[in-house]
């Protein structure tokens, strides 16, 4: 799944200018990199949406609420950046369907990540919301947490960046 | 940090119109509301250079390259946001400074999901990148996993969205 020198530029979305794209294409900065991909409200809730098995265009559509031209940009955005796959549809019918790839299917514990800190920072005491579950128990999954090579829990003043 | 009822809608980003933030402010998902406030790629860069300890305007504007209207809306709508606080700059000068709040800090481990995110997906094989390093053993942090909360690592196809 890792590009190659020289393909990143493939990847990166096809509405930034030149200086832009130049810019991100040697962003040594995997945040940066990634927010060129993902930085948008509708792809990720497209991916989230994904996650949830919704996979054709109207219900996305459905979904989202958003206007036919921006679900459809998005879309052919996060097919081209290797995030989504069109295929033809599983019931033999006429339509598209769009499923998340491996590179896709590695952003579920960023998504994870913005449901906890929906859930922890955004919604009153008791007011309604959607969880996540694991299936097997019915339970909530675990907080995610950053921790050391050897699991001990980091804060945010634990850690530095190197190699700037 | 727990907003109470009829109180979320103040901490909606101030672009929306009154529909969408009706509906966002309704909205039973908390990736949705997270993305609310957090949904666009410069919001997350300012977010990520707060935690590498910028504070300035002129700081993240020379790290981001942002134009500088774009930088101020994006900043006082974090402070709106609560996610960062603005004050006088800690050396007694005439600058104001903006520092992550509790409900800012806890934006860490979706930070460093991007960032784990960027480095498995959108850099060649020892192409140059930052790392994110344990400052007391210099070791990269440990990869972010999904969890059950008896401690089973999950993958996306384990776990289901209930109570939409």
Redesign the interface.
Known sequence: ?????G??AA?LPKNLDMAERK?MNTA??????????????WS??IV?DA??GVSRFSDFQASL?AARNILASRLKALVQEGILESQPAADGSAYQQYV?TP?G?????????????????????G???????????G????R?????????P???D???????
Chains 1, 2 share one sequence.
């Not at 799944?1 to 020198?5: A, D, I, L, N, T």
């Not at 995610?144 to 001990?152: K, M, N, Q, T």
Request: aromatic share 6%; hydrophobic share 45%.
């Open positions: 799944m890792q590009p190659v020198r393909q990143v990847l810019r040594t900065c995997p945040v940066a990199r990634a927010l060129d991909l993902v930085g948008d409200r990720l809730l989230r996650f949830d609420g998340l590179r299917q590695a952003l579920f514990p960023v998504i994870v990540g913005l449901r906890q800190w929906g859930e922890g920072q955004l919604f009153a005491r007011e309604r919301r959607s969880r996540l579950v694991d299936r097997e128990s339970q909530p999954v675990a995610l947490g950053v921790e050391s090579a050897d699991g001990r980091l804060q945010f634990e850690v530095q960046v190197v190699g700037k």
